[in-house]
């Protein structure tokens, strides 16, 4: 079985704070994902990667920045973390059939 | 440009009833198309993909959905509903192919009464 596992399952962080999320999969996919999902918008598309320090912006990038060191592991940062960045934050890797999700940190940012 | 419209956020059903969950794609290439399924405080699980075979998928937990290119739409449909099918379900298309970004719809979340 395909395997994303991210660091926390719910995290509260301060305005101002930098925040890491990170992500890693075991199924050494080239692709990897971070999508946003907020009520009534469903899964927006924030960062991806293809490949061991590609990045590629998605649709809505402003405000996150993102690492990918190894090919299994794909961080994403607050460089400045603000109360609109409060939401549930989903990784995702993909062979060439599918993505995979993990089980999504859910940030509260006060 | 690539997009998925989920046709109503909310849908209740019975249990036992026939479970239909709509959703319409707009794609200039033939498109690869998903739907997944969350449950609460969970991430995102594939229940079906298209990807040019069959038009009619059938996925896991009985769903299955069919792909009708002359009406742009990729609508799942359950049999009969189970309680353990309330969740929140949701289509997505990718233009290139099954590994790229996916664009999703707004999501569809099914309610299941007894």
């Known amino acids: 079985d395909v395997k994303v596992t991210q660091s926390s399952r719910y995290l509260v962080k301060r305005t101002g704070e930098k925040v890491f999320l990170e992500c890693v999969q075991d199924?050494?996919?080239?692709?990897m994902f971070w999508y946003r999902q907020d009520p009534g918008l469903g899964l927006r598309l924030i960062y991806f990667?293809?490949?061991?320090?590609?990045?590629e912006k998605g649709d809505i990038p402003e405000g996150y920045s993102v690492s990918r060191e190894k090919k299994e592991r794909f961080s994403l940062i607050l460089e400045s973390a603000s109360t609109n960045q409060t939401s549930m934050y989903l990784c995702?890797?993909?062979?060439?059939?599918?993505?995979?999700f993990g089980p999504g940190t859910r940030l509260t940012v006060t | 440009a690539q997009s998925v419209t989920q046709l109503g956020s909310h849908v209740s059903v019975s249990e036992g009833a026939l479970v239909l969950l709509r959703c319409n794609y707009s794609?200039?290439?033939?498109?690869?198309l998903f739907w997944y399924v969350q449950y609460p405080n969970q991430g995102l699980q594939l229940l079906l993909k298209?990807?040019?075979?069959?038009?009619l998928v059938k996925g896991i937990n009985g769903f299955e959905a069919e792909f009708k290119k002359s009406e742009t739409s990729f609508h799942l449909t359950k049999p009969s509903a189970h309680m353990s099918d309330a969740a929140e379900y949701f289509c997505?298309?990718?233009?290139?192919?099954?590994?790229?970004?996916?664009?999703f719809g707004k999501g569809t979340t099914l309610s299941v009464s007894s």
């Open positions: 995702a890797s993909s062979s060439r059939q599918a993505q995979y």
């Open positions: 199924m050494d996919h080239e692709n």
């Open positions: 990667s293809y490949d061991v320090k590609m990045k």
């Open positions: 794609s200039s290439v033939p498109p690869y």
């Open positions: 298209y990807t040019s075979a069959a038009t």
């Open positions: 997505a298309v990718s233009p290139n192919q099954a590994g790229t970004a996916l664009i």
